[in-house]
């Protein structure tokens, strides 16, 4: 299977290498940008793989205890032979409840159980049942602790860490084999967070419940009772979820997601989402590709039950879907959330293991999101990374001989570093002459839709522009050997243009917000990957550096490179490299690079339309434009038609003048999209050849396309389809 995967991965040059969500406040969150580089370790050589491990997956099966706390009936309930108990201080009882009710979040289903925050001097057990543990048996769970909380706030470092860890409450995974006579720490969810910045500490608390795995191989061969250990003064609520005993999970479970997809991004005001969505197209088939490692185990494929979810086609190593539109609402017509694919796998001597790539994926549309109590949705753009999961924003330096240099970006010793990189293998082969320098940034997407582009914005960091600055944006596709090709649209900004914000005293974060003078239409059949490209950084100001991931992409896609242009020996070339080649671990960091940027869609029945002569039939169509962005081509002769409405209330307008025989076909065009239409006419004045769609029966449908079982009752919109007629009706 991977071999076919990367086979098709050829192509671009070793680049592989649920319902709707309800608005909340906490949808979107503020995006912090730090203004100390980060530095990077200079790669001794070209690493030789291209992928990085996927986020661990979850135990659910094979176990022995697997609890989720979705059983609960009443504020008291407790799981069947779990117990609590105080041992000291006040009684701080733990209880079944919905977590987000206490600001946290990714809980698996609704419940979770959670000790509430105190002021007082606690130590509140959770206990679970006794077990009889075989070997190589582990414990796993999702917990939130809140770090700032969990130390006492007392002197710091110029880095803002402390200058002594104090713990005030903790979380602890506690073990005893002796029925509780005695117990033994396992693990101290408080020890992760010690020497850790207090600036920083304030921004992990966010809420979100992590996975945690504890190895309980030293209980081999015997009865052992496991506990959950609350324990300190003036601290925040913990809470738990997702509590697994038994087996280690199956390793390596993963799955690329359609390489197409594209990721909610950060906007220009720095908004991004508090959590993790993707973005594919609609009514286009989309492939889910398992990429796990272990080829002798057992995989399989869990879907929601929920509408507008068609299965193309599925294996145990891909998985083909097509997403309907949801034209329900306004909200999700413009968020029209999914709940992704889970792949599962397992074998004799594992427990299950499920692997899911993000929390929602938006079928079609753009990066627009509603958030609650907000005037107007925020333009979040499309991006190549989930910021949700790759680890903030961050900039990166290496060291220089007078000062650190913005790898990605330009100062005064950016070229003598690129050419030192060049040649650092053979120095004495630099002639004194040769030079190399950066030139632009590039960021890749993969075309299998339509898609179109309106421009991008990227964040970036630095010092004063200089006035002379003057910064280019291109959509470029790529040819079969996954090297530029056609420019398709530029964009320019002097630096009068480019929005500043005030950093520090001589600092400032930047956005360079590029609007194309037309949208940009990219297709499958023009290209089936394309780039964005940056440049203009080479003599911008003193420093300038593009903002990045902290992190890859949690499937180890390497979707930003960079240009260089070398001038060797007298003769100019350029070259373009991933950014992993220029980190020592290959991380994946990506340019914090957004497009503005939509999928459109027209949908069009199968079925032909018949018409009689001097009448007119309406068909019901999908379709993202509005009228007036559509043409109609080889339309023959006879044969008049328009256009009215737009999404689900679009309908097409067939009028047909000749007495003549018909049975032909016409284009429905639009951005991104040409459909057929096909029409039969039969001769005027024969008795009974016409078709009579009125001893047809009538079916029913939703706006979303979901046919339903009889006349609908409910007040609402519905379409009837009586033979090729699509009626709009609203009871």
């Not at 220029?582 to 459109?600: I, Q, S, V």
Request: aromatic share 12%; charged share 20%; proline share 6%.
């Amino acid at each position: 299977m991977k071999k076919s995967l990367l086979a098709k991965s050829t192509l671009l040059a070793g680049l592989l290498v649920v319902p709707a969500l309800p608005a909340s406040a906490a949808d979107l969150a503020a995006v912090t940008r730090p203004t100390v580089p980060t530095a990077v370790n200079v790669p001794k050589g070209i690493p030789a793989s291209n992928r990085i491990s996927p986020r661990a997956p979850q135990s659910r099966a094979s176990v022995i205890i697997s609890e989720g706390f979705e059983g609960r009936t009443s504020a008291s309930w407790l799981p069947d032979s779990w117990s609590q108990q105080s041992k000291a201080g006040v009684a701080n009882n733990w209880k079944v409840d919905d977590l987000e009710n206490h600001m946290m979040y990714l809980q698996d289903g609704k419940y979770g159980i959670v000790c509430p925050m105190n002021s007082k001097a606690v130590d509140q057990w959770l206990e679970l049942p006794a077990v009889d543990l075989g070997a190589d048996m582990e414990i796993s769970f999702r917990a939130y602790i809140d770090p700032f909380f969990s130390f006492v706030m007392g002197e710091v470092n110029d880095d803002y860490t402390y200058k002594e860890y104090v713990k005030t409450a903790t979380l602890k995974v506690m073990a005893s084999a002796d029925d509780g006579a005695t117990w033994t720490e396992l693990l101290d969810l408080a020890d992760q967070y010690v020497g850790v910045p207090r600036t920083t500490l304030t921004k992990l608390a966010d809420g979100e419940l992590k996975p945690y795995t504890v190895s309980l191989a030293d209980y081999a061969g015997k009865t052992v009772r496991l506990a959950f250990r609350y324990v300190g003064t003036d601290g925040g609520a913990v809470g738990i979820d997702d509590v697994v005993v038994g087996p280690a999970p199956l390793a390596g479970v993963s799955y690329l997601s359609p390489m197409s997809m594209a990721y909610f991004g950060i906007s220009k005001n720095m908004m991004a989402l508090s959590f993790t969505a993707g973005i594919v197209p609609v009514f286009e088939p989309v492939t889910f590709m398992n990429y796990s490692d272990d080829y002798e185990a057992e995989y399989s494929w869990i879907l929601p039950d929920e509408p507008g979810t068609k299965v193309v086609d599925m294996d145990e190593w891909t998985l083909t879907l097509e997403y309907a539109t949801d034209n329900s609402s306004d909200d999700t017509r413009r968020n029209n959330f999914k709940t992704p694919p889970t792949l599962m796998g397992q074998n004799a001597s594992s427990a299950a293991s499920k692997f899911v790539s993000a929390d929602y994926i938006q079928a079609g549309g753009s990066g627009y999101y509603l958030t609650f109590g907000a005037a107007a949705p925020e333009n979040l753009g499309m991006a190549a990374f989930d910021w949700h999961t790759c680890g903030g924003l961050a900039l990166y330096s290496a060291p220089g001989v007078d000062e650190d240099v913005p790898v990605f970006g330009y100062s005064g010793a950016s070229d003598k570093y690129w050419t030192d990189q060049t040649f650092r293998y053979e120095p004495e082969a630099a002639g004194p002459d040769d030079r190399v320098r950066l030139t632009g940034i590039l960021t890749y997407t993969f075309c299998e839709a339509p898609i179109v582009v309106n421009g991008l914005w990227l964040h970036a960091f630095g010092t004063e522009l200089n006035a002379d600055a003057e910064f280019k944006a291109e959509i470029i596709t790529l040819n079969a050997k996954g090297e530029p090709d056609k420019v398709l649209a530029t964009a320019t900004l002097s630096a009068s243009q480019v929005g500043k914000e005030q950093a520090g005293k001589d600092s400032y974060y930047y956005v360079l917000d590029f609007k194309f003078d037309e949208n940009v239409v990219v297709t499958p059949d023009m290209c089936q990957a394309f780039v964005a490209r940056v440049s203009g950084f080479h003599g911008a100001a003193s420093y300038f550096s593009p903002y990045m991931t902290e992190n890859g992409r949690a499937d180890g896609m390497a979707m930003s490179w960079i240009e260089k242009e070398f001038y060797i020996e007298g003769k100019t070339r350029t070259s373009i490299t991933p950014v992993a080649y220029c980190f020592e671990d290959e991380k994946r960091a990506g340019f914090a690079m957004m497009l503005d940027a939509y999928f459109p869609y027209l949908q069009v029945p199968d079925e032909a339309v018949n018409i009689a002569s001097n009448q007119t039939e309406d068909m019901a169509i999908e379709t993202y434009w509005p009228a007036e962005a559509h043409t109609f081509s080889n339309v023959p002769e006879g044969l008049n038609v328009s256009l009215t409405g737009q999404y689900n209330d679009a309908l097409l307008h067939i009028n047909y003048t000749s007495s003549e025989p018909l049975d032909g076909e016409f284009n429905i065009n639009c951005p991104g999209y040409s459909r057929v239409v096909k029409v039969k006419a039969e001769a005027a004045g024969i008795d009974g050849i016409m078709d009579d769609a009125s001893g047809l029966p009538v079916r029913y449908f939703t706006t979303d396309g979901r046919e339903l079982p009889a006349a609908p009752s409910a007040p609402g919109i519905y379409i009837t389809r009586q033979g090729s007629k699509a009626v709009k009706i609203v009871k």
